[in-house]
């Protein structure tokens, strides 16, 4: 097994994206890796999946959208709804049990899950038909909650800022819903919360039919029992109008909670940056060479380097000389990893880190490669898109 000297597992990542970013990484630093024939082929499809699962995952900005909600209707007192809920009705993983070091020094290590769909469910109905008419607001489960586009702003929090982020918007929301089967710790503690606040007029407990029997809660006026698999959102609109006039008991905190998210940590980034730093040196001459499998391979590292080490700006440009290696040899993954390019540059600007490469130089080599494609829709986008971040 091929791993990085940190060993390949980030602690602020969910085991499945660490197993992920891991396939990735060995299969490119594999030195007996296919080069040529059907067996490279089929590593080109794994890999473009890994590319589109991993994608999908980092650039859904759940928690760059919950911040940017919480700041809105902090600035305009609006109101909005707080999702809590039993992290064990969704997917868990369990930390890694680490074996004994190998002869070659790596350290193997097994992941256990537990697969559970409830709260996914449950939260489909929320965005679906509650979320487009009253903002919400969640927490997200660290340890596998997956993200996209369309799922509910989540916060991804650390456990040091956890309570007073939970705190601050229970004491504002206008709403609150509570989602579990059985009172865990952690829901008992959001209780507590809730309590401490006086806010349970506001809040809607929602809980599986299995908590029926669950008692401690006649301070709480608002329960509602889910059958899961429902899609019907009528007896949640029920309950939530027949929640009394909050605007009395809600408080906003004088600044609004803006988190920042778990980051990786400072050895694991150090390692990343030079893993990466070298990676892009020799990828850059494999380039000039016309070496585009071996680049290929080198850039797939320096990517699966870049989500461990949350190093965007790296894994943009390692994105774009892929595409531009496979449009000069006609592959019909091209488009799509030019695509993740541009989807990370222009978040890069929107948030402000964007400062390390010059785009006008980037896109030099790739832009004459598109001209065969004129008339085509989605490339005629990907080229407005180039035109945009070259006249910044």
Request: glycine share 6%; hydrophobic share 40%; with cysteine.
């Amino acid at each position: 097994m091929i791993t990085p000297p940190f060993g390949g597992y980030s602690p602020v990542l969910p085991a499945p994206i660490n197993i992920g970013i891991q396939a990735l990484f060995q299969e490119a630093m594999d030195r007996n890796r296919p080069r040529t024939g059907s067996q490279r082929e089929a590593l080109e499809l794994r890999r473009e999946v890994s590319f589109g699962f991993l994608h999908e995952y980092f650039e859904a900005e759940t928690h760059e959208r919950a911040i940017d909600l919480i700041k809105n209707v902090w600035k305009q007192r609006e109101p909005f709804c707080l999702y809590l809920r039993n992290f064990g009705l969704g997917s868990r993983t369990s930390e890694p049990a680490f074996g004994r070091p190998l002869a070659d020094g790596t350290v193997p290590y097994m992941i256990g899950a537990d697969m559970r769909l409830e709260d996914e469910r449950f939260q489909s109905v929320l965005s679906t038909h509650i979320a487009p008419k009253l903002a919400m607001v969640a927490v997200e489960n660290p340890a596998f909650d997956y993200r996209k586009k369309t799922c509910l702003p989540r916060l991804a929090l650390a456990d040091a800022s956890w309570r007073a982020t939970v705190s601050d918007l229970i004491a504002a929301a206008e709403v609150i819903i509570v989602y579990f089967n059985q009172p865990t710790r952690g829901v008992s503690d959001e209780i507590a919360m809730i309590r401490d606040s006086g806010r349970q007029g506001a809040t809607i407990l929602v809980m599986l039919p299995e908590a029926s029997g669950t008692t401690g809660f006649p301070d709480f006026p608002i329960t509602l029992t889910w059958q899961d698999f429902s899609t019907d959102p009528a007896p949640l609109w029920d309950a939530i109008h027949s929640l009394p006039p909050q605007e009395s008991h809600k408080h906003f905190a004088a600044n609004p909670p803006t988190p920042a998210p778990p980051s990786a940590p400072l050895l694991i980034r150090q390692e990343a940056d030079l893993m990466i730093n070298a990676g892009l040196t020799l990828a850059g001459d494999e380039f000039r060479q016309e070496k585009f499998v071996d680049m290929d391979d080198r850039l797939s590292a320096c990517i699966a380097m870049s989500y461990w080490g949350d190093i965007a700006e790296a894994r943009a440009l390692a994105y774009l000389w892929i595409a531009t290696g496979q449009f000069r040899r006609e592959k019909g993954y091209a488009p799509d990893n030019l695509e993740r390019a541009l989807d990370i540059f222009e978040r890069l600007i929107r948030s402000g880190r964007y400062a390390r490469f010059s785009p006008p130089q980037m896109f030099d080599q790739i832009v004459p490669l598109l001209s065969p494609y004129q008339g085509n829709p989605r490339m005629e986008s990907h080229l407005e898109r180039i035109r945009r971040l070259q006249h910044l």
